[in-house]
């Protein structure tokens, strides 16, 4: 069994820096990639963005230069940076997590963690 478990989510103002954390443990042989989803009230959950074990990233267009996804894979551990946070960044922030534990490659969600950018 694997469990996410994200942490750090809260409310910023405009403009501000928040950090959030996903920390994957369990019966895992690897983890090919790592990613971070949200989900804005009333819409669909989106990409924000995907780290793979060999550090390649990829972001959504509209947080380019602002978000910044690293990661410690000796802790199966992802970081989210969030810089110049808008209000439309406001969502619940899913990690997600491409995971091997001897049987193929599965899905793994986290519980979500709630960022909230005030103006």
């Known amino acids: 069994q694997v469990q996410l478990v994200e942490s750090g989510g809260g409310l910023v103002q405009s403009g501000g820096s928040l950090r959030v954390s996903c920390a994957a443990s369990?019966?895992?042989?690897?983890?090919?990639?790592m990613g971070w989803y949200r989900q804005a009230p009333g819409k669909q959950r989106e990409l924000v963005t995907v780290i793979t074990n060999g550090g390649g990233t990829k972001y959504a267009d509209s947080v380019k230069g602002r978000l910044t996804v690293s990661s410690e894979n000796a802790k199966n551990t992802i970081y989210l940076q969030m810089n110049s946070s808008k209000v439309e960044d406001t969502g619940v922030y899913y990690c997600?997590?491409?995971?091997?534990?001897?049987?193929?490659?599965?899905?793994?969600w986290g519980q979500g963690t709630l960022i909230t950018v005030s103006s």
């Open positions: 369990g019966n895992i042989l690897t983890i090919s990639a």
């Open positions: 997600n997590a491409a995971v091997d534990v001897g049987l193929g490659i599965s899905d793994e």
